[in-house]
């Protein structure tokens, strides 16, 4: 992989990142379709669940906080409820929230969305463009400017609500400027000059020849266009993102420096741009103090690629994007996920209107049965979640000595089956809590069990989904291979 072998992802975890931006709360709304209203010819939505995430800058947070970054934001927020989810849902991820100044004068942004039978029906806005006050230009400078030398990396994520003022900028870039820290901008509008000053801003090819006033038909124009942004602005570099070309890196002084993508299937490219913003973030900060910025550059071009692959704003992972860029590292470094890397997945999974099918256990010793399981529950649905027992879990359920595989080893065992998509690793304790997180349409378990006995049936039940038993017809489980080893019976056990 070209020029990004010197960034350690494991470093990521020492990064310190100050986000500044829009935020906004993304809800969608998922229901049924069966009938149109008689009281006007719409569709009739009956809402079964609905979700929330951090959209606008806190996706920006959510790829930085997903990566293992530390992180704090600093914005505008209103008074109300909406603004209390915001606070909820960042204590819930660490991230620091110092710097979110509330104005009772202000709407927190909210976007949401209604989809019905899988389709995308209404979406509905809550929002204002007016900048912000005076006294909020102020408390957020002062913020900055107190804080600043607390962070390696400043990111602006400019959503055009109306936090980013002229004057608001202007500061900014100045505290970062005399502190000598990075500071970098996804851009929004037709006017880039208000980001004069800053490191770098990163916008797609439709941004950046809006605000050159120059149309992109070829490479020449392409070229044209970054050249004008560097003189005009001015500003040191400017990342152009140009889709499935890749990315174009102006910087002063130098020729283009392209960044070819890796063929992908697309299915949305909403978040990409948040996406790169914040892995071009951690590239630099994870660097020495005069860090690689094509280096850094190249890495968000994978890690964009990985994300244009999933429905909606979806984070990458730092597994995910470990996988990208050594596939050595195996099937068990894409499929391991954590609840909170599912929690985005299992939106996307069914936003594409597919069946999400889970099971779980220790899975000690692979043997036929639980291949059978595995496999008749893959075919119960599109995407298969098996959640593993962790060690500790495991000595409680089966004693002192086991498990006789470690977990991680078991991850990568059950990670190489063709049936199995996901892994996650859980604690015995939390499993109701596991099944409430994913709400899978259907959780298997091996017809020893009875329908009754299967934790987490009566959540899956009250979200629509059912219970399923797998025949088991081989009298075979892994505490009995364990005994007959230790018992040094070489005799293999009977099937019928």
Known sequence: ????????????????????????IDEYLWGEVDRISPEAPVQVVSVVRDTTTLGGAGNVVNNLVALGAKVLVASVIGAGDNAQLLLKLFKSMNVGTAGLIQDRNRPTTKKTRIIGGHQ???????????????????????FVNERINNFDVVLLSDYGKGLFTEKLLGQLIDVAKQNKKIIIADPKG???????????????KKEASLAAGIEIVDDASLEAVGRKLLQDIPIQKVLMTCGKEGMVLFEQGKEPY???????????????GDTVLAVLG?????????????????????AAGIVVGKVGTAPVSREELLGALEPSAGESAVKQKTLSDLIPIVDRIRAEGKTIVMTNGCFDLLHVGHIKLLSASKNMGDVLIVAIDDDESVRALKGKDRPIIGAQERVR????LDSVDYVTLF???????????????VLTKGSNYTTETVLGREIVERSGGRVALIPITEEVSSTRIINQIKQGNKEAPKMR
Do not use: W
């Open 1 to 24: 992989m070209q020029g990004i072998m010197n960034i350690d992802l494991s470093s990521f975890d020492k990064c310190r990142i100050l986000v500044i931006g829009d935020l906004m």
């Open 120 to 142: 995308h029906v209404l979406r509905i806005d809550r929002e204002t463009k007016q900048g912000i006050s005076q006294a909020c230009v102020a408390g957020l400078v002062q």
């Open 190 to 204: 037709l006017n880039f000059r208000k980001y004069a000053g800053a490191t770098a801003i990163t916008p797609n």
């Open 258 to 272: 392209r960044i070819s993508a890796e063929a992908r299937q697309v299915y949305d490219v909403s978040g990409a």
């Open 282 to 302: 951690l590239g630099l900060a994870s660097g020495p103090p005069e860090a690689d910025f094509q280096q850094a550059a190249t890495l968000a071009n994978v």
């Open 413 to 416: 065992i059950i990670s190489a």
């Open 427 to 441: 604690s015995t304790t939390e499993l109701e809590h596991l099944v409430e997180a994913i709400r899978p349409d």
